[in-house]
């Protein structure tokens, strides 16, 4: 898998941009100087740099060496430092109550095992009072053909993840159509679904 990404990030520029993600970006505010982030599958850095820029310590874990290496290069050109990592996140060391935010961008790679083994890793990671900022794709995304998996089953809905984080508090969870306009593999109209959740 990790060799298939590597082939993907090869590419000259960035293949989701150097900008951070709008939903991210529309959650500044709670965002606190000095706390701990986890952007998970952050690839080239896009998500982590910007974290790093509003003075959080974030770690950026991805599979690929490649987009780990682009992740590190943005970090030096936007004067930020950033701690990364490659690994197979679902193999990795997640730590427990480890992390004050994880910032979870697109990371529909995994199927639905997976990623009930992801959301537990998550819900571990995260100290009490943690907060989990995650955007996907709704299975509708199949019909526009604008970024993200091919599979109906790794994509999310409204009821799955109320189902599974239904013992946290739910801030914020909506979905809604939007244009995208992430590099060139995220461009275009867009089915997506947010969720703000604060862990116990």
């Known amino acids: 898998m990790s060799s ?3 082939e993907r990030y090869a590419m000259d520029g960035y293949l989701f941009g ?14 606190k100087q000095g706390t701990n982030c986890l952007a998970v599958a952050d690839g080239e850095g896009r998500n982590g740099v910007w974290l790093a820029e509003q003075g959080l310590r974030v770690w950026s874990v991805d599979m690929s060496a490649v987009a780990s290496a682009k992740a ?10 950033l701690k990364t990592e490659v690994a197979d ?10 992390f004050d935010v994880v910032a979870a961008i697109f990371i529909q790679f995994a199927g639905p ?15 009490p009072g943690g907060l989990l900022l995650l955007q996907g794709y709704t299975p509708r995304q199949l019909e526009y053909g604008t970024g ?15 189902s599974a ?5 739910i801030l914020h969870l909506r979905e809604h159509d939007d244009v995208i306009n992430e590099g060139v ?14 862990k116990p």
Request: aromatic fraction near 12%.
């Open 113 to 127: 095992e997976q990623r009930e083994q992801m959301f537990g890793y998550i819900k571990r990671c995260l100290k």
């Open 148 to 162: 993200g998996p091919p599979l109906a089953e790794n994509l999310y809905t409204e009821p799955m993840l109320r």
């Open 185 to 198: 593999a995220h461009h275009g109209m867009s089915a997506l679904i947010d969720l703000v959740a604060r």
């Open 4 to 6: 298939i990404w590597d």
């Open 72 to 81: 590190k290069r943005l970090a030096r050109q936007r004067g930020v430092e």
């Open 18 to 31: 150097t900008q951070p993600n709008a939903f991210l970006l529309s959650q500044q505010a709670f965002l």
């Open 89 to 98: 996140l679902l193999n990795w060391e997640w730590g427990d109550n480890r």
């Open 165 to 169: 984080f239904a013992d946290w508090g």
